[in-house]
């Protein structure tokens, strides 16, 4: 999908640049990603948070059969 349409960057690209470790700032000079009318900043913004490392994504918990029947009996 194309978030910035000045520059006609997509957000796998914004990911891209996020997962390399590059800075938001970095990602503006670079691909010129809310340097023109925008309008795309807040997209930008949410996809490259959602991409940069450090982002929790989900906590899994494993449990073995016996804790999930402790938790089941508690
Ligand atoms: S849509 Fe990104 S600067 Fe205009």
Redesign the pocket.
């Known amino acids: 999908m194309i978030v910035?349409?000045?520059?006609r960057v997509s957000d796998k690209t914004i990911a891209q640049c996020a997962r390399s470790g590059m800075a938001f700032d970095d990602i503006q000079l670079e691909l010129g990603?809310?340097?023109?009318?925008?309008?795309?900043e807040g997209c930008a913004r949410s996809v490259f948070s959602e991409c940069a490392p450090g982002h929790v994504v989900a906590h899994l918990q494993l449990q073995t059969a016996e804790q999930a029947r402790q938790v089941e009996r508690a």
Do not use: D
């Open positions: 910035c349409v000045c520059h990603v809310a340097t023109q009318c925008g309008q795309c």
